[in-house]
């Protein structure tokens, strides 16, 4: 019975989806923002990647609320799995195998290089700070999955997040100091296309990167650690 | 283009089907996080990187690993289908 309701509701959400999307031309979205953003974001703020435009320059605000949910659920995550100081020094896993330890040496450099790579371009090419953020997260995991017994200092990590999404929040006021809006983006726009351009939004990505980055790999290396307690 | 998209539109389905009928929990993880590659291979062809970042990071690489440790937690991890009888506890 609850099937054939389930059953029910999604067609009749299939039919209501498909008849909004017949009454419009296939292949042509009725996308005036959009194309009003492509055609001022260059001039305006003067980075390369649009999309980074949209996300930190004219949807700032948007961003600070994502974080915002990203530490309220960092936060959660480490208050429902528990301190991993009390109890999972003790029944730290050994160390992985030679082909795990040795593979790790590999890639932890390069995934570090990738991810501030994603992090510092994220205003010139695709990416950003919450992509790069979690890939240096990964990169910070991988050693704790080959050799469980050394850690990261969770304090180091709280500490770096507070203070990235504290200057996250100083940028912002900045822009109030200056007489414009919350998070208008600061300091000159630059040659376009160059590293060191469109003002204030790699210094953002930057924060967010590494905001994203401590609040993950310290999520991670909580489910990680005390294991064993469930098993 | 169109027969590439059809071809992971069609993995993406498959590792989507994967995903409910493997008994292997950890098996099963893995085809999820197939079925965000095949996604985000999808939103390369759709012209949108940006996005398929987001979608390989963390539907492929994040939430993979996220549901394994969790999978570890409750101590299900195993290589072997549960119901063979013999778990090596790893």
């Known amino acids: ?231 | 283009m169109m027969g590439v998209a059809i071809i992971v539109v069609a993995l993406t389905l498959g590792a989507a089907l994967a995903v409910l009928l493997l008994e292997n929990l950890l098996a099963a993880i893995a085809a999820a996080s197939a079925v965000s590659l095949g996604v985000a291979v999808m939103f390369v062809l759709l012209q949108a990187p940006d996005v398929a970042m987001t979608e390989a990071v963390v539907g492929a690489g994040l939430s993979g690993l996220i549901l394994a440790l969790a999978l570890r937690r409750l101590g299900l991890a195993r290589l072997d289908v549960p119901t063979s009888g013999e778990n090596t506890d790893a």
């Open chain 1, 1 to 231: 019975m609850r099937n054939l309701a389930t059953l029910l509701f999604l067609g009749g959400l299939v039919f209501l989806l498909a008849a909004i999307t017949g009454t419009l031309p296939f292949g042509h979205p009725p996308m005036l923002v959009g194309q009003a953003i492509q055609q001022a974001a260059k001039p305006e703020v003067g980075a390369a990647n649009v999309v980074t435009a949209v996300v930190l320059g004219y949807r700032g605000l948007d961003t600070l609320g994502e974080l915002a949910i990203l530490f309220a659920a960092a936060t959660a995550g480490g208050l429902v799995l528990g301190g991993v100081q009390a109890k999972g020094r003790n029944n730290a896993l050994p160390a992985a195998g030679f082909v795990q330890r040795a593979g790790t040496d590999v890639l932890f450099p390069l995934l570090l290089i990738a991810g501030l790579y994603v992090v510092i371009h994220g205003h010139l090419t695709p990416g950003g700070g919450f992509q790069g953020g979690v890939i240096l997260a990964a990169a910070f995991f991988l050693p704790l999955l080959a050799r469980p017994s050394e850690s990261l200092s969770h304090i180091w990590l709280s500490v770096i997040e507070g203070l990235a999404g504290t200057a996250f929040i100083a940028l912002g006021l900045g822009a109030l100091y200056n007489g414009d809006a919350f998070l208008t983006p600061l300091f000159d726009k630059g040659m376009f296309g160059e590293l060191v351009s469109s003002g204030s939004l790699p210094l953002l990505y930057l924060a967010v990167g590494l905001k994203v980055g401590a609040e993950l790999s310290s999520l991670l290396m909580r489910l990680a650690h005390d294991d064993g307690a469930a098993s």
